[in-house]
């Protein structure tokens, strides 16, 4: 085969998965979850969960093709992968988390409900309290930076609706940013190696747990990781984090960081 | 007729994300509030009337749970396309705000996790785990035994 056949060829492949982007996606996500799998039954004998290292290796990817493209998007800024965009946008997301409460025992769900609000607080609250005093130790002293470092902190949608609520300027808001996608990114890779340790094994700690790590994307890539039974009920709670963070951070977060700085 | 199901899941989650929007707006917040988990408790009522009227058929249960199942594929797509660079180069303030936030909640979780009594979970618990997890033949059995408890 000479190479203008072999580039013919080449050509032609990429040309199918340019065109058929969301088929390609499940095909090249299931063949990751089959290496995955393998990989978890052969290397570490079923004690890491093949999920976790197909999550894992996502993120890997993500890295490899955020520097080989120089975009935002990981592995869907290469025009032949484009479909994992697509697959694991917040469309299909949302839906098929939204498909996870099917599974959902009402039962268990309604005795932690309490709990959940408790969780969605604290993991409001915290995370604030760490991301302001972090950005007062690196040498913030107005209070719209300190307040939209602290909102990033909370999820890396919360920072940047923040920062454009309060006027904050455009580091500020990348600084905020990128503290949310690390948190999220650290939620994914931490969760199962933690999860025996902070007594993640049942629903009612999974909603604690979603409420309290906030971040959709972090929550449901580190409790897929885990135990894929508690997914609906960390998610439960997941969801109303963001939006709660987004009321209460240029709002209650901001006006009480503005009384104590000045 | 699995599309039914299907479309019932697309119902639950288009009215869930549109009042999440509303909230939103009434809240003067700019983001959606909660719409992913409104349509999670909607989705829960129907099943409950549905499976209550006799009408969750294999076919209605299957279009939601072949969605359950994706469930994971999709999370390890959205792992794909994470901004991972971006996180990486982020220098300290970024990591330290990060990981303390990350290990304060994580402490949380271990409080808040023995408040109460801790129960096994249910039979019901287990089987959403194996469907979520991808691996169980969907709608196996008397449709869903364990939903008449709701």
Same mark, same amino acid.
């Given at each position: ?20 982007? #969301? ?15 393998? !990989? ?18 996502? #993120? ?8 080989? /493209? ?35 025992? &009402? ?40 307040? /939209? ?41 931490? /969760?199962?190696? &933690? ?63 503005? !009384?104590?700085?000045? | ?44 009522? *129907?099943?409950?009337?549905? @499976? ?34 971006? *996180? ?9 705000? *990060? ?13 808040? @996790? ?15 785990? @194996? ?12 449709? *869903? @035994? ?5």
């Amino acid at each position: 085969m000479d190479q203008a056949t072999g580039h013919a060829i080449w050509h032609g492949i990429e040309h199918v998965f340019v065109e058929q982007s #969301l088929v390609a996606a499940f095909a090249v996500v299931g063949a990751l979850i089959l290496v995955s799998n393998f !990989a978890a039954k052969r290397l570490t004998n079923g004690r890491v969960h093949g999920s976790a290292i197909a999550i894992v290796l996502g #993120l890997v990817l993500a890295y490899v093709g955020g520097v080989y /493209t120089g975009g935002k998007k990981g592995l869907a800024d290469i025009p032949a992968l484009a479909g994992i965009g697509l697959m694991g946008g917040a469309m299909l997301r949302d839906f098929a988390i939204v498909a996870t409460a099917f599974e959902v025992d &009402v039962v268990e769900a309604r005795r932690a409900g309490l709990l959940g609000v408790l969780a969605l607080a604290l993991g409001t609250i915290l995370p604030f309290i760490v991301g302001t005093l972090t950005a007062v130790a690196f040498g913030y002293h107005d209070a719209v930076s300190i307040t /939209t470092i602290g909102a990033g902190a909370i999820t890396y949608i919360v920072g940047p609706v923040t920062g454009a609520a309060i006027g904050a300027d455009s580091t500020v808001m990348a600084l905020s940013i990128a503290t949310g996608v690390t948190k999220a990114v650290m939620v994914m890779v931490g /969760t199962p190696l &933690v999860a025996r340790l902070i007594g993640l094994d049942n629903p009612r700690s999974a909603m604690a747990y979603g409420g309290l790590m906030g971040t959709v994307s972090g929550v449901a890539g580190g409790l897929a990781a885990t135990d894929p039974k508690l997914v609906p009920y960390g998610a439960l709670t997941a969801t109303f984090h963001t939006g709660l963070g987004c009321l209460v951070g240029p709002s209650i977060l901001f006006l009480a960081v503005r !009384a104590l700085v000045g | 007729m699995i599309v039914l199901g299907v479309a019932l899941l697309a119902a639950c989650t288009l009215i869930g994300v549109y009042l999440g929007d509303l909230l939103g707006v009434a809240l003067g917040v700019k983001a959606n509030v909660g719409g992913v988990g409104i349509a999670m408790i909607l989705l829960i009522a *129907a099943r409950l009337w549905l @499976s209550r009227r006799g009408r969750l058929t294999k076919g209605v249960q299957f279009g939601v749970e072949f969605w359950a199942g994706m469930y994971i594929p999709i999370v390890v797509a959205m792992a794909a396309q994470q901004n991972v660079v971006a *996180a990486m180069s982020g220098g300290p303030i970024v990591l330290i705000a *990060a990981t303390g936030s990350l290990v304060l909640c994580f402490g949380a979780v271990a409080l808040l @996790s023995r408040i109460g009594r801790r129960d096994p979970g249910s039979g019901a618990v287990e089987h959403g785990g @194996s469907v979520i997890g991808g691996e169980t033949e969907p709608a196996s059995g008397p449709a *869903a @035994s364990s939903v008449g408890k709701g």
